[in-house]
Nanobody, 117 residues
Framework: QVQLVESGGGLVQPGGSLRLSCAAS????????MGWYRQAPGKERELVAT???????DYVQSVKGRFTVSRDNAKNTVYLQMNSLKPDDTAVYYC???????????WGQGTQVSVSS
């Protein structure tokens, strides 16, 4: 089994910053890709950023230049640094893990990010 625990969410003013963390534990038996997703009220869950085991990174267009994804393989942790936050970034943020060559997705419980003045 694999467990993912997100942390770092909160309430921030527009233009502010937050850093989310997602710690993976359990049977991490091979290389894996991590992704950050978010779901705003009344909207579908959307992909925000992905990072592979060999550090290939991709972002959704709306966060490019503001968000930075990184990972510490020694700690099995992925981070999402969010700068210049906007009210439209308000959502529950989830991390997801998929093993290379695998088909199953593992999800964290989510962490709330609220951007408001």
């Amino acid at each position: 089994q694999v467990q993912l625990v997100e942390s770092g969410g909160g309430l921030v003013q527009p233009g502010g910053s937050l850093r989310l963390s997602c710690a993976a534990s359990g049977n991490l038996f091979s290389d894996y890709t991590m992704g950050w997703y978010r779901q705003a009220p009344g909207k579908e869950r959307e992909l925000v950023a992905t990072i592979t085991s060999d550090l290939r990174i991709d972002y959704v267009q709306s966060v490019k230049g503001r968000f930075t994804v990184s990972r510490d393989n020694a700690k099995n942790t992925v981070y999402l640094q969010m700068n210049s936050l906007k009210p439209d970034d308000t959502a529950v943020y989830y991390c997801k893990l998929r093993f290379v060559g695998g088909w199953r997705d593992y999800w964290g419980q989510g962490t709330q990010v609220s951007v408001s003045s």
